[in-house]
């Protein structure tokens, strides 16, 4: 998979996610949109793979109650499922954003539960004047990174049964 075709391949696995029912509804979708690297103690990170899950759920999902809450946060409803989710965009250092999609579900997963750190696949990034190998590596131990293509294949899993 080319740089290229990723943004593609992951925008298909939203589209599976929708017609099947919502990516609101897959915990790992959930919580790959609103990892935040402050947690493990190395604020300011963030993935290519996060900011392009958020931008694409406010491209794919269709939502409704829009409330413009303060510079770069809004808050709604999913018109697919109901659930309720705020968004933020926060510019860490000059022109870098983290952006961030917390999803309040309402109804009942459909995806795989989460059993372990959630992934990621494109390599952390510093959203401002620091990047050390100590914050990095916190990082990576805390988020395993997987190739992309099994990172794709975790994140739409379904769930059994």
């Not at 080319?2 to 897959?26: E, H, I, N, W």
């Not at 899950?53 to 946060?73: A, C, S, T």
Request: with cysteine; net charge negative; glycine share 6%.
């Amino acid at each position: 998979m080319t740089d290229k075709d990723f943004p593609q391949q992951v925008a298909l696995v939203l589209d599976t996610m929708l017609a099947s029912g919502c990516p609101c509804r897959y915990s790992r979708f959930r919580a790959s949109c609103e990892r935040d690297s402050k947690e493990v103690g190395a604020p300011g990170y963030t993935t290519w793979e996060q900011t392009l899950l958020v931008r694409l759920f406010e491209d794919k999902v269709p939502r409704r109650d829009i409330r413009v809450l303060g510079h770069n946060i809004e808050s709604g409803v999913c018109r697919v499922c109901g659930a309720s989710y705020l968004r933020t965009s926060v510019e860490y250092f000059r022109d870098a954003w983290i952006e961030k999609l917390e999803i309040k579900p309402v109804l009942p997963d459909l995806g795989a539960p989460l059993h372990s750190s959630v992934p990621h696949c494109c390599p952390f990034y510093a959203a401002g004047p620091h990047g050390r190998k100590d914050e990095l590596h916190l990082l990576n131990l805390h988020y395993p990174q997987l190739p992309e293509h099994d990172w794709l294949e975790w994140l739409s899993e379904r769930a059994e049964g």
